[in-house]
């Protein structure tokens, strides 16, 4: 008797098991529950945009002392990595809030440091020298592609611990890996380094290239990206061309 309780127990894991592995067949990875990303690339990045803001001329700071929002944004940081250190996985909605309050944090700074520089531009207030200029202007581009791409990624389906739950069917970007799933590896779903990408190509080709925007909201977001770019790049290098002649 127990012979055969323990040979119905091995056939019913050896059942579940196979259940299993055909669900993941079936079910991509993008729309199941899965494990969270690393975390250690998308801190990279934020550290990244905070050291950015340090070389922006103290007329483009929004506060008066240079380290204030800085400072602030690291604190944010800090208390994302204390909850969640190797991997961003869901604990508590403080979590999703706290994320999203250190996104709106380094956009503020860097979208008053953008329309500091284009007021000194249009006004004639940017500056004799070129050099200076542009990478004051390169600063700021470079930042704002951070800084979408950190929207892109906290939104795309509810954000990063709504994706690790697989809670939302409906991508808000579509990913050349979603339409042909035989180009990636059966455990593929977009991380932020898929979202930096997507942000840095709206930027330099001020539109979709191989991601494409599904959602109204992602749409309006990209276009928001692209116009930003536009202007910043546009004002900087004539600019930068006026005074080298």
Known sequence: MNDDMA???????????????GERELIPAWRRATRGEPRWTVTAVILAAVALQLILP???????TVWALPALELVLLAGLIAANPRRVEPRT??????????????????????LRLVG???????GDS???????????????????ALWYWEWDRGGPMARVEGQHQFP??????????????????????????????????FSPTDVMPL????????MLQSSVSLVTVVLVVARAVNILK
């Not at 000194?120 to 940017?126: P, Q, T």
């Not at 200076?132 to 581009?141: E, N, R």
């Not at 959602?215 to 990209?222: D, G, H, I, T, Y």
């Open 120 to 126: 000194d531009l249009v006004s004639g207030e940017g």
């Open 7 to 21: 040979d119905a127990r091995s056939r019913l894991a050896r059942i579940e098991r196979l259940l299993e592995s």
């Open 130 to 148: 070129a050099v200076p200029l542009l990478l004051t202007g390169g600063v700021i581009w470079v930042t704002n592609v951070i800084v979408f």
């Open 93 to 114: 909605r403080l979590l999703r809030y706290l994320g999203l309050a250190l996104t709106c944090v380094i956009s503020l700074a860097n979208g008053w440091a953008a």
């Open 172 to 205: 808000d970007f579509l990913f050349v890996q979603m339409q042909s799933p035989e180009l990636a590896p059966p455990d593929w779903e977009p991380a932020f380094l898929d979202y930096l990408y997507l942000s840095f190509t709206n930027a330099t080709a």
């Open 215 to 222: 959602s109204r909201w992602s749409k309006m977001l990209m």
């Open 58 to 64: 103290h007329r483009l700071i929004l506060l008066r």
